[in-house]
Nanobody, 116 residues
């Protein structure tokens, strides 16, 4: 059974930083792409960043230059370093594990709240 556990969310002030972690168990983490998504209140879930098994990254325009996605295959963990946070970054952050074949897997989310 594949499980994803996110951590690292919290309440911060604008301009501060947070690092989110997402640990996967139950599949071969190193060969899967990983992604971070977020959902603000009343809005649809949107892509924040993703990273391939080879380490290539992609970012939403809104977070380019402020957020960094990375992965540690030895720890089966993906990270999202978030700097210079803004109130509009507030939302529930979800990680996604995407095998080459078959379904995607999602974590339960971690709440990030950025106050002005």
């Amino acid at each position: 059974q594949v499980q994803l556990v996110e951590s690292g969310g919290g309440l911060v002030q604008a301009g501060e930083s947070l690092r989110l972690s997402c640990t996967t168990s139950g599949n071969i983490f190193s060969i899967n792409a990983m992604g971070w998504y977020r959902q603000a209140p009343g809005k649809q879930r949107e892509l924040v960043a993703n990273i391939t098994s080879g380490g290539s990254t992609n970012y939403a325009d809104a977070v380019k230059g402020r957020f960094t996605i990375s992965r540690d295959n030895a720890k089966n963990t993906a990270y999202l370093q978030m700097n210079s946070l803004k109130p509009e970054d507030t939302g529930v952050y979800y990680c996604k594990n995407s095998p080459r074949f078959g379904r995607d897997y999602w974590g339960e989310g971690t709440l990030v709240t950025v106050s002005a």
